[in-house]
């Protein structure tokens, strides 16, 4: 089973945009080779150097309802899925995951959270304020650093609708 998260996005830029977004990111941390494009982020994926396999894909319905977040309705438009390579580093990839999501959300305007199976969620920017998880295990001292200020300490979780 891969080890996945997700930086769900609910923002007004298309999925191109959001991919040139990262792909600048990318560039600009020194975190893909030079091979990485906006195609190949939209296509069939680029890796970081510790391995993280990074994607930018459109956001599908989830069959068992849109979840709400801090109690407000959480509808994503574009995603960028990380896949971790169990083989390598996973610390290490993790810090690129944070890296690159710090990296676009101060690219990307909207609403976002990321999140590893919907169960763990590691942060959320809702109405511009960003909230990290009080867990200290996803947000050693090291991952802390670079992440757009202000933010609030404050664990959040997705609550989905029960069935009718």
Known sequence: MAISYNLDLMTSLTL???AEQ???VTHSLRLSDVSATVETLLGE???TPYGTWIRVVPRKPIP???PLIGGRAFTPTVSVAFRLDK???ISGQQDDVVRLTAGLLSQVPGDAVLHFDYEDVWLVRQGGELSLSERSDLWP???LTGLPLPYRRQTREFVF???D
């Open 64 to 66: 068992w309802g849109n």
């Open 87 to 89: 083989m390598a580093d």
């Open 22 to 24: 990262l792909d600048a």
């Open 161 to 163: 609708p029960e069935d």
């Open 16 to 18: 191109p945009e959001v």
């Open 45 to 47: 994926g680029a890796r």
């Open 141 to 143: 001292a090291r991952r």
